[in-house]
């Protein structure tokens, strides 16, 4: 089974502060996505990436940045977090054409 | 551009009842995918099924089964004979590739509570 693994499933941070988010996955899948969930929204795309070291926006990737050095990792970054990108965010990986596998989220709380 | 629709926010059955959960597309890519997700209160989403666009097979497995209708841009989700268990937020969403692990557009989810 794959195993998507999201470092924290609940996180409390204060306005201005860096946030780190991190997932990693143990089945050597070259795609991997960060979205967050809002209610009334769904899911929607932050960035993924398809290797490591390359990465592509998704459609809201403003305040966020992302990190992939090793091919199992993939981090979220809240450079300067702040209240509204309070929300539950998941992660997620993939082998080109198959479905994607999520983790269970973690929910950041910014107060 | 894509779109996914789950007009249904909250649906509340009682067990044993049969309940339908809608997801309307739109896109214009001739080649494209739709899934379903369910979100237990646990939190992670568990995949149940894909559709291609080529394939308008019904399916069932189980309780559940899924009507895929080109014609009317529609992916519908039934459960038959709903269980407590079956509790959860349910996801439709659209692909319109599956390069690179496919990128996903999803509905906003319908909560299905299903009481005893």
């Known amino acids: 089974d794959v195993k998507v693994t999201q470092s924290s499933r609940y996180l409390v941070k204060r306005t201005g502060e860096k946030v780190f988010l991190e997932c990693v996955q143990d089945?050597?899948?070259?795609?991997m996505f960060w979205y967050r969930q809002d209610p009334g929204l769904g899911l929607r795309l932050i960035y993924f990436s398809y290797d490591v070291k390359m990465k592509e926006k998704g459609d809201i990737p403003e305040g966020y940045s992302v990190s992939r050095e090793k091919k199992e990792r993939f981090s979220l970054i809240l450079e300067s977090a702040s209240t509204n990108q309070t929300s539950m965010y998941l992660c997620?990986?993939?082998?080109?054409?198959?479905?994607?596998?999520f983790g269970d989220g973690t929910r950041l709380s910014i107060l | 551009a894509q779109k996914v629709t789950q007009a249904q926010t909250e649906i509340s059955v009682v067990e044993k009842e049969d309940v339908t959960l809608d997801c309307v597309y739109e896109?214009?890519?001739?080649?494209?995918?739709l899934f379903w997700y369910k979100q237990p209160p646990s939190g992670e989403l568990v995949f149940l099924i894909r559709r291609n666009s080529f394939d308008e097979q019904n399916e069932i497995s189980g309780r559940y089964s899924w009507n895929f209708q080109k014609s009317t841009s529609s992916f519908n989700f039934t459960i038959t004979a709903s269980q407590v268990v079956d509790s959860a937020v349910y996801f439709c969403a659209l692909s319109g590739t599956m390069e690179y692990g496919n990128k996903l557009v999803f509905g906003a989810g319908t909560i299905l509570r299903v009481k005893s």
């Open positions: 089945m050597d899948h070259e795609n």
């Open positions: 997620a990986s993939t082998r080109r054409e198959q479905p994607q596998h």
């Open positions: 896109t214009r890519d001739t080649t494209y995918y």
